[in-house]
């Protein structure tokens, strides 16, 4: 087996145990192998160096250690491992979110293949052929090679997360690369994350934690929805962003940031920070031909090839709809399909959304029954019907209308006023 690039590898477990064995293997594998103790240990090495994948003896605290680390915002994979543990030891690690289980004492090829896994390098295939995807994939192209910021910006699930990994990818993909979403959290979260925290001072074996900015020094930095980033964390990253020429920054957002820097709700010297360079995603409804594109290889990949594939009116069906929740909805709708088509061709009946509807074009407004009714009323209609197809989405609303965010919300103001029912905003 060739040695792996650098796989940053943590286990945590008692001295003596079969772990010491599994970090010799690692090691001979190509990893950079850390050991802790303790799951508070492990913690602390965390904080303050990037680690790929974590194996923790099912007999520590597993589901709290998982726990802490979602809490903390620390996304990498974890292995539960045990000698002769228990069966439900192990399904409890499972149900804790450990991604799988690897028996004790450990063999050769499942700690190689653990390993394998992590070193692997994230799919960055940019499917589509549609004239508004290329003209982004070409900017992402031209892009590359430079290490200018980019701003990428798109409507909720185009895939802006995938092209700033491609980006990052086509640049040099053995560089660091952290992506930070800037509104998941409480606000304290999402700064630690970015900035990094000093010592506790009550606890000596605290040394803080070593901030995003920082872990990603000559890579890359992805920000997503950096428009929701709260006041005082943009002022600080306006600061911060003054003495970090060695990272390459990226940031995502579905808002109209020029809108929001008018409002004062962003800062105007950051969003001039962030744009050196701007790549726009088309929504999904935009690129025809892309759905069905799509929907074959995400079935590809969920299922391996065991599946038989999307039939033809599936695709057709897939191609019609307006896909609100963009290309995020739609990867869903497949992994449903496949779920439902039990291993044969995924069917037009296959197709369900999220809220058990099934799947229809977008369906036309027929004019006999338009007819008797004023110009006011249609447009009214139309307006209502197509922010329920949407789910309330009113952004993806008003790009199908045709018309401006603004002016779809000044709208709904109207018929709200008028005592008509709207669907909630999503």
Not at 340 to 355: K, Y
Request: proline share 5%.
């Amino acid at each position: 087996m060739e040695p792996l690039l650098n796989v940053g590898l943590l286990l945590i477990g008692a001295p003596g145990t079969e772990l010491r064995l599994a970090a010799e293997m690692a090691r001979e594998a190509g990893a950079d192998v850390a050991m802790a103790d303790t799951p508070d240990l492990a913690l602390v090495r965390l904080r303050r160096e990037h680690r790929a994948l974590v194996m923790i003896d099912v007999e520590t605290d597993v589901a709290g250690f998982l726990s802490r680390l979602r809490h903390e915002r620390f996304a990498l994979p974890v292995l539960a491992c045990g000698i002769d543990a228990p069966a439900e030891r192990a399904v409890a690690a499972i149900r804790a979110g450990a991604c799988d289980y690897v028996p004790m004492p450990p063999q050769r090829e499942l700690i190689a293949a653990a390993l394998a896994l992590v070193a692997a390098a994230p799919d960055t295939t940019l499917i589509g052929k549609a004239p508004a995807f290329l003209r982004a994939t070409a900017a992402l192209a031209a892009l590359a090679p430079a290490r200018t910021s980019v701003l990428i910006l798109g409507e909720r699930g185009s895939g802006k997360a995938h092209l700033a990994r491609a980006l990052h990818t086509a640049h040099d993909a053995r560089l660091p690369f952290l992506s930070i979403g800037c509104g998941d959290d409480a606000r304290e979260i999402v700064e630690t994350t970015l900035f990094g925290r000093e010592p506790g001072v009550a606890t000596e074996a605290d040394p803080g934690r070593i901030g995003g900015i920082d872990q990603a020094r000559t890579g890359t930095l992805v920000l997503r929805d950096v428009d929701r980033l709260a006041p005082v964390a943009q002022a600080r990253l306006v600061e911060r962003l003054r003495r970090a020429d060695d990272v390459r920054l990226v940031a995502t957002s579905a808002a109209d940031l020029p809108d929001r820097v008018a409002a004062g709700a962003f800062r105007g010297d950051l969003l001039a920070r962030l744009a050196g360079a701007e790549i726009r995603v088309p929504p999904l409804r935009e690129r025809p031909g892309d759905a069905a594109l799509l929907a074959a290889h995400f079935a590809r990949g969920a299922a391996q090839g065991s599946a038989g594939g999307v039939d033809p009116d599936a695709l057709a069906l897939l191609d019609g709809y307006a896909w609100p929740g963009n290309v995020r909805e739609l990867e869903d709708v497949v992994q449903r399909a496949l779920i439902l088509s039990r291993g044969a061709a995924i069917g037009p009946a296959d197709l369900v959304l999220a809220n058990g509807e099934r799947l229809t074009a977008v369906a036309n407004v027929e004019v006999a029954s338009l007819v008797g009714r004023t110009v006011e009323e249609v447009e009214r209609a139309l307006i209502l019907r197509t922010l329920e197809r949407c789910h309330g989405n009113r952004t993806s609303a008003s790009g199908i209308l045709g018309i401006s965010v603004r002016t779809m919300r000044n709208k709904l103001k109207t018929f709200i006023e008028a005592g008509i029912a709207v669907a909630p905003a999503q």
